[in-house]
Nanobody, 115 residues
Framework: QVQLVESGGGLVQAGGSLRLSCAAS????????MGWYRQAPGKQRELVAA???????TYADSVKGRFTISRDNAKNTVYLQMNSLKPEDTAVYYC?????????WGQGTQVTVSS
């Protein structure tokens, strides 16, 4: 089974930066999609960014130009570099791994941006 362990969340001031990491372990196929979702209080979980094992990326419009997703396939790790953070970025961020119709989730890490 696949396990996802996240790290890097915390409290930062508006305009600051933070980098999230997610390490995957278990029976992981080399071809997959890893991504980051977030869920703010009272809102549905939304896709922030995703990256394929080949390096193709997609971003939510709200984070384009500020966030960068990357991965290290050898380490089965995905990163989310978050710059120019805004209070509206405050949410629990979840790591996600998708293989065909199967998906796995991390436990979530809290990101709080103060004004």
């Amino acid at each position: 089974q696949v396990q996802l362990v996240e790290s890097g969340g915390g409290l930062v001031q508006a305009g600051g930066s933070l980098r999230l990491s997610c390490a995957a372990s278990g029976s992981i196929f080399s071809i997959n999609i890893m991504g980051w979702y977030r869920q703010a209080p009272g809102k549905q979980r939304e896709l922030v960014a995703a990256i394929t094992s080949g390096g193709s990326t997609t971003y939510a419009d709200s984070v384009k130009g500020r966030f960068t997703i990357s991965r290290d396939n050898a380490k089965n790790t995905v990163y989310l570099q978050m710059n120019s953070l805004k209070p509206e970025d405050t949410a629990v961020y979840y790591c996600n791994l998708v293989v065909i119709g199967l998906q796995y989730w991390g436990q979530g890490t809290q990101v709080t941006v103060s004004s």
